[in-house]
């Protein structure tokens, strides 16, 4: 445990140094190497003991593919444990300050806790609150450092609002099966405002749950954001209307995902022929 608390100080420090180190160079002009870089990184956590997901493996391969093919340069991470989770997000935020679009697209389990909100891998076996702080990884802190960078924007996506592994009593899914977990966590994510540049979007309403899909290839959310990121032109705020639009019929309004966002400037994950946006 020594270790993983080590790993979790070592992060926030070395974010800290990163935002630092390289807010000048992130005002540096276009033509600067890297200056329209596009990274992203991309996580599926679905091997929990407790209760473990069949989608976000697959739901993270095939965003990986997807972002690949509209020019990211993209870290795809599956099935994470504390410290290959918290080692990722370090990372990818040391290489952040040099690239002007930041992606993080996250599928698994996420819980809150005391209105923070946390990334959970797969080896978390947390018996009380104090332990799912220290045993995830806080994702309010990740935007938060993301946000210290002064140019480019930041997207932080999360397909992460699935059963809470930890929470009391039964629920049951889509698929008909009861799941019985433990402790009183509430359920899905809490309310996570977007800093300046930044857009956060969540699969299903502050505090909702969104259930694994036991019958398709990808959860419904990212069946959705898969059909959109292709579509030229399309700004991103219309991206992320179009997927809830989707994602609330198909569910009967049972799960409607929500963003919050902040961005000040245009953008699309692809531009149309003339190479606009919108």
Known sequence: MATLLTRR???RCTLGATALRYG??????????G?????????????????????PPGDANAVATALRGLGYDVTLRQNTRLADLIESLR?????????????LFYAGHGVQVKGRNYLVPIDADPQSEEEIQRQSADVGEFVDRLSAIRTGINIVVLDACRV???????????????LKFRGATPGGLATLDAP????????????????????SKHSVYARHLLANLPTPG??????????R??????????????????????????????????
């Not at 679905?46 to 997901?53: D, F, S, W």
């Not at 990372?91 to 992606?103: D, G, L, Q, T, Y």
């Not at 592994?165 to 889509?174: D, E, H, K, L, Q």
């Not at 857009?199 to 505090?207: E, G, K, R």
């Open 245 to 278: 639009i989707g994602v609330a019929e198909d569910t009967g309004r049972a799960q409607v995902p929500w963003e919050s966002s902040s961005l000040t400037s245009d953008f699309c994950f692809k531009s149309d022929d003339k190479g606009r946006c919108g």
């Open 234 to 243: 399309l700004q991103i705020e219309q991206l992320f209307k179009r997927v």
């Open 91 to 103: 990372e990818f935020s040391v290489r952040a300050p040099k690239a002007s679009v930041r992606m």
């Open 164 to 178: 809470n592994p930890f929470a009391g009593g039964v629920i049951v899914g889509p698929d008909g099966r009861r």
């Open 9 to 11: 100080i070592l992060l």
């Open 196 to 215: 300046v540049g930044t857009l956060v979007a969540f699969s299903t309403a502050p505090n909702g749950v969104a259930l694994d899909g036991a019958n």
């Open 35 to 55: 200056a329209d870089s596009r990274i992203a990184l991309v996580i599926g956590n679905g091997a929990y003991r407790a209760a473990p997901l069949k989608n």
């Open 24 to 33: 000048r160079a992130m005002s540096a002009p276009a033509d600067v190497p």
